[in-house]
C-alpha cells in the first residue's frame, strides 16, 4: 500500500467495536511494518492497534503523559531517563535512513554521496547540485547547475536523532554547529511533518533532497542515493546492508537495548542504520492494556520477519528476542507483582 496513502487515510487501525484496542504513539520511521502487522494482526485475532504516527518525540509525551499503553521512538531513551520514568524500554525492528533526491533524469541509485558532503549540504555550504565536491563523487552523471532545496523534519523525530548522529559522527563541523537531538535548529531548508511529510516534500519539489526511512523512499519510489561508508565502499540502501550494519551489535551493551547503529564498520553495511524502540511502563495502571500489547509485540516478533522483510526492515535477531522476553517477564509487572508476560504465558 502506499504509505501517503496509509498516512492521510489512516493515523490508527482500529479494532472492532468491543475488542480491547491497543494504544500506541510515536514514530513514523517503523509505522508501514506496524500497519502491516497491525493488520495481519487483527484478522488473527480481532484485536484492532491504534497507532498515532506522530514522531518519536509526540510518542515518548504522550507515554510520559499515561495517555497511550506504549510509546515508540526511534530515539532511545538513556537509562537515567528510564528509570526515573519507571519505562521498560525494547528493540522493534531496524531498517535503513536514505537521503532522497529530486532531480530530473537521475534514476535510483545515480548518485552517489559520502557523509561529509552530505553535512555540508545540510549545513548549506554547497548550494548547488553541480558543486565540485558532488561532481567529484559522481563522474558520469550529468548534475545539474540547480539550486538545492533542502526537507528536513519540523517535528521531534528519531528519524532526525538517527540521521544528525550520523553527521556529527562524520563531521566534526556537524557536531559542533548543529549537534544531536530529535529537534534541531537546523541551518538551512525547510520543515515537514514525518517521513511522510518530507517524502512528500521531496516527491513535488525539483532540486530537492531529504531524509526518509527507506520503506517510504521504495514505497513511494523516490530516487534514493548511494553512501560511501566507514569503509569506503559504496552500498546501496538494501535489507542486507541494514543487516550488515546490525549484525554485530551488542544490545545489552547499554541499558534498554539502546544501541545506535549509524556509521558501523563493515564493507556491506549501510552508514544509517537505525533500530526503533518501543516504551511502556513496568508498572502500568492498566495491566490488561499492557498485557494486550504485550501479545502483540510477541506476536510480531514471532510472524512478523517475513512482513518485515517484504518492506526491507531487518527483524530482529532471535537472540535479542529471546533477551527483550526474558526482560519483560522480569520487569512488567501487575499492581500485586505478578509478571505479566508470565502470566500470558
Same mark, same amino acid.
Given at each position: 500500500?502506499?504509505?501517503?496513502?496509509?498516512?492521510?487515510?489512516?493515523?490508527?487501525?482500529?479494532a472492532?467495536?468491543?475488542a480491547?484496542?491497543?494504544?500506541?504513539?510515536?514514530?513514523?520511521?517503523?509505522?508501514?511494518? !506496524?500497519? *502491516?502487522?497491525?493488520?495481519?494482526?487483527?484478522?488473527?485475532?480481532?484485536?484492532?492497534?491504534?497507532?498515532?504516527?506522530?514522531?518519536?518525540? @509526540?510518542?515518548?509525551?504522550?507515554?510520559?503523559?499515561?495517555?497511550?499503553?506504549?510509546?515508540?521512538?526511534?530515539?532511545?531513551?538513556?537509562g537515567?531517563?528510564?528509570?526515573? +520514568?519507571?519505562?521498560?524500554?525494547?528493540?522493534?525492528?531496524?531498517?535503513?535512513?536514505?537521503?532522497?533526491v529530486?532531480?530530473?533524469?537521475?534514476?535510483?541509485?545515480?548518485?552517489?554521496?559520502? @557523509?561529509?558532503?552530505?553535512?555540508?549540504?545540510?549545513?548549506?555550504?554547497?548550494?548547488?547540485?553541480?558543486?565540485?565536491?558532488?561532481?567529484?563523487?559522481?563522474?558520469?552523471?550529468?548534475?545539474?547547475?540547480?539550486?538545492?532545496?533542502?526537507?528536513?523534519? +519540523?517535528?521531534?523525530s528519531?528519524?532526525?536523532?538517527?540521521?544528525?548522529?550520523?553527521?556529527?559522527d562524520?563531521?566534526?563541523?556537524w557536531?559542533?554547529?548543529?549537534?544531536?537531538?530529535?529537534?534541531?535548529?537546523?541551518?538551512?531548508?525547510?520543515?515537514?511533518?514525518?517521513?511522510?511529510?518530507?517524502?512528500?516534500?521531496?516527491?513535488?519539489?525539483?532540486?530537492?533532497?531529504? !531524509?526518509?526511512?527507506?520503506?517510504?523512499? *521504495?514505497?513511494?519510489?523516490?530516487?534514493?542515493? *548511494?553512501?560511501?561508508?566507514?569503509?569506503?565502499?559504496?552500498?546501496?540502501?538494501?535489507?542486507?546492508?541494514?543487516?550488515?550494519?546490525?549484525?554485530?551489535?551488542?544490545?545489552?551493551?547499554?541499558?534498554?537495548?539502546?544501541?545506535?547503529?549509524?556509521?558501523?564498520?563493515?564493507?556491506? +553495511?549501510?552508514?544509517?542504520?537505525?533500530?526503533?524502540?518501543?516504551?511502556?511502563?513496568?508498572?502500568?495502571?492498566?495491566?490488561?492494556?499492557?498485557?494486550e500489547?504485550?501479545?502483540?509485540?510477541?506476536?510480531?516478533?514471532?510472524?512478523?520477519?517475513?512482513?518485515?522483510?517484504?518492506?526491507d526492515?531487518?527483524?530482529?535477531?532471535?537472540?535479542?528476542? *529471546?533477551?527483550?522476553?526474558?526482560?519483560?517477564?522480569?520487569?512488567?509487572?501487575?499492581?500485586?507483582?505478578? +509478571?505479566?508476560?508470565?502470566?500470558?504465558?
Amino acid at each position: 500500500m502506499h504509505a501517503f496513502a496509509v498516512a492521510a487515510l489512516s493515523a490508527f487501525i482500529a479494532a472492532p467495536a468491543g475488542a480491547a484496542d491497543i494504544s500506541g504513539a510515536g514514530a513514523t520511521f517503523p509505522y508501514p511494518i !506496524y500497519a *502491516k502487522w497491525a493488520d495481519a494482526y487483527k484478522k488473527e485475532t480481532g484485536v484492532g492497534l491504534n497507532y498515532q504516527s506522530i514522531g518519536s518525540g @509526540g510518542g515518548i509525551k504522550q507515554i510520559k503523559a499515561k495517555t497511550v499503553t506504549f510509546g515508540a521512538s526511534d530515539a532511545p531513551l538513556p537509562g537515567k531517563e528510564l528509570d526515573e +520514568s519507571g519505562l521498560a524500554q525494547f528493540p522493534m525492528v531496524m531498517g535503513g535512513i536514505v537521503p532522497v533526491v529530486n532531480l530530473e533524469g537521475v534514476k535510483p541509485g545515480d548518485l552517489t554521496l559520502d @557523509g561529509p558532503t552530505l553535512a555540508r549540504i545540510f549545513l548549506g555550504e554547497i548550494k548547488s547540485w553541480d558543486d565540485p565536491a558532488i561532481a567529484k563523487l559522481n563522474a558520469g552523471v550529468k548534475l545539474p547547475k540547480q539550486a538545492i532545496a533542502i526537507v528536513h523534519r +519540523s517535528d521531534g523525530s528519531g528519524t532526525t536523532y538517527n540521521f544528525a548522529y550520523y553527521l556529527g559522527d562524520v563531521s566534526p563541523e556537524w557536531k559542533s554547529k548543529v549537534g544531536v537531538n530529535t529537534a534541531l535548529e537546523w541551518p538551512a531548508g525547510i520543515g515537514a511533518k514525518g517521513n511522510e511529510g518530507v517524502a512528500n516534500n521531496v516527491a513535488n519539489t525539483k532540486g530537492s533532497i531529504g !531524509y526518509v526511512e527507506y520503506a517510504y523512499a *521504495k514505497q513511494n519510489k523516490l530516487t534514493y542515493t *548511494k553512501m560511501i561508508n566507514k569503509d569506503g565502499k559504496t552500498v546501496a540502501p538494501t535489507a542486507a546492508a541494514f543487516q550488515a550494519a546490525a549484525a554485530n551489535a551488542n544490545w545489552k551493551s547499554q541499558p534498554g537495548y539502546g544501541v545506535i547503529l549509524a556509521n558501523q564498520p563493515g564493507a556491506e +553495511s549501510w552508514p544509517m542504520t537505525a533500530a526503533t524502540w518501543i516504551l511502556l511502563y513496568k508498572k502500568p495502571q492498566d495491566a490488561a492494556s499492557t498485557a494486550e500489547a504485550l501479545k502483540f509485540f510477541a506476536w510480531s516478533y514471532a510472524k512478523g520477519g517475513k512482513m518485515a522483510e517484504e518492506l526491507d526492515y531487518v527483524p530482529m535477531p532471535a537472540n535479542v528476542v *529471546k533477551d527483550v522476553q526474558n526482560t519483560w517477564a522480569s520487569e512488567v509487572k501487575d499492581a500485586s507483582g505478578k +509478571s505479566l508476560y508470565a502470566v500470558m504465558n
